[in-house]
């Protein structure tokens, strides 16, 4: 009996003395696998002062702008298009470190055309709509880089980087003006409809009387298709059905005509019914006021439908970009392959749906090479070089892959902005 106590106690020991040797592996493996991940206390409290010191010094340069014209006004590279986007870069600078949300983007919106921007979650569609209109959150979300140049006649423009907030309380609204996803959080649940759409007409219309301005929105109510206009003016939010206040989002964005309208995946909260009778309408209004649409959607029939030119977006860069017929019939991408494979096909029997593999890298730690190769399933010997470049591959499409390297022009490689050098 003491012998078996014995070996008992002896065997616990050997189980004890491994312990702090397991414990030390398990944490060297949690190290390693945590390694892209972790940050040190010290080191998230240094990349908060260098932050706080970067934001403060593009707040003041921002401010600057206020005080002469010539720091925020340019050259249209076309006057043809109503917005170019020259190498934007915007970032969110976090306590972990900076978020490169849009890296050196690239397109063109030309007059009177809808061009249809698709992406799965996350790349940077919306960051894009938020850094043409300014509203991004400041000042941890700031565009560090490039210039969003947009059109104000006899082929002047101005640079919306380094607009003043007093300049672009004029354009906002009134010359460019934007539908939001979520209808119900846009409009505000304590002001009645009337009061919201006046509002809006008011601030860019000061000479307007009071009855001119009721009018106005009235008839802004019955041209989106609301057939109870004075019954709808005074209503709250909460009495419209989603394809209402949609409606009533529409109205307001297009009460000062503007030359730009942005729609923020405007029929993400509607059903199948009421999205085609809000692409209608949008198309229609689009039509008449002879204005252009930059759609911000991940639904491809609603782009295949709408739009003329379509940019496909990954990770903060777009990766192609061309007509609708280039993009849909004629993709060059790998990633664009995969999203036209992932959409189901009417009439199409399939066990399962297509799903591009792997995920997204990491937004902090982007890698030097192509975003998108770790994923890829066509990868070429090139594509552990630098980033690939823009490569034109017809008179209308644009493709930054390796594949067309050799046969296509070659335009030009993203320029990323140094932070440190700011």
Known sequence: MAKDEKN???????????LPQDNAEVKQD???KHDDTYISGKESRRISRFNRKLTQKLEKERANANKDPKLYTTKMRDPNNVVEFDNVCTYFFTDIGTVRAVD???FDVPKCSTVGIVGESGCGKSVTSLSLMQLLPRPTGQTVGGEIRFNIGNGEAYNIVNTPNAKMMEIRGNRVSMIFQEPMTSLNPVFRIGAQVDEVIALHNPDMSKDAVKERTLEMLELVGIANKEGVYS???HELSGGMRQRVMIAIALACSPELIIADEPTTALDVTIQAQILDLLRALKDKIKSSIMLITHDLGVVASMADYVVVMYAGRVVEKGTAEDIFHHPGHPYTIGLMRSK??????????????GSVPNPVNMPNYCYFKDRCEMCTEKCSGQYPPEIKISDTHVVSCYRFYDTGEILHYPKPVNVEEL
Do not use: F, H, R, T
């Not at 008992?8 to 491994?18: F, G, I, M, T, V």
């Open 30 to 32: 949690k190290k390693k």
């Open 8 to 18: 008992l106690n002896s065997s616990a020991e050997n189980e004890n003395k491994n």
């Open 344 to 357: 189901p096909v009417v009439g199409k029997k399939v066990d399962e749906l297509y799903n591009i593999p």
């Open 235 to 237: 209503m709250y939010p």
């Open 104 to 106: 050196g983007i690239s």
